[in-house]
C-alpha cells in the first residue's frame, strides 16, 4: 500500500503564495505519475496538475503559469508551489499517486485546505 500526506495548506490573500508537499510512503516502488487534484464546495474534484516519474508535467488551464508541480524521486515526494493565488483556487487539495502492477492502482491523500481571500 501507498500512504500519501499533505501539507503547507492554509489561509493566503488574492496574489499571495503557498507551497504544498505530499510525501508518499509504504510500498512506493513502482509509483509512475503523482499529481495534484483539489475540490471546491459544491463542485467536482478537479485535476490540477501532474508529473511523471521522468518529468513530463500537465496543467489545468485555471493554473498554467501560476503552478508549478516538481518531484523528489529519492525523497517519495512531490511539491505544488503556488503563485498568484486566486479566490477561485479556494479548495481542499488532494495528493494523488498512480502505479501500474498490470492493473492502475490509485492512491489518495487525506486534503489539505488552501483558502484565498480577497
Known amino acids: 500500500q501507498v500512504q500519501l500526506v499533505e501539507s503547507g495548506g492554509g489561509l493566503v490573500q488574492a496574489g499571495g503564495s503557498l507551497r504544498l508537499s505530499c510525501a508518499a510512503s509504504?510500498?512506493?516502488?513502482?509509483?509512475?505519475?503523482m499529481g495534484w487534484y483539489r475540490q471546491a464546495p459544491g463542485k467536482q474534484r478537479e485535476l490540477v496538475t501532474t508529473?511523471?516519474?521522468?518529468?513530463?508535467?500537465n496543467y489545468a488551464d485555471s493554473v498554467k503559469g501560476r503552478f508549478t508541480i516538481s518531484r523528489d524521486n529519492a525523497k517519495n515526494t512531490v511539491y505544488l508551489q503556488m503563485n498568484s493565488l486566486k479566490p477561485e483556487d479556494t479548495a481542499v487539495y488532494y495528493c494523488?499517486?498512480?502505479?501500474?502492477?498490470?492493473?492502475?492502482?490509485?492512491?489518495w491523500g487525506q486534503g489539505t485546505q488552501v483558502t484565498v481571500s480577497s
Open positions: 508529473i511523471t516519474s521522468v518529468g513530463t508535467t
Open positions: 494523488n499517486a498512480r502505479k501500474w502492477l498490470h492493473e492502475l492502482h490509485e492512491y
Open positions: 509504504g510500498s512506493i516502488s513502482g509509483i509512475g505519475s
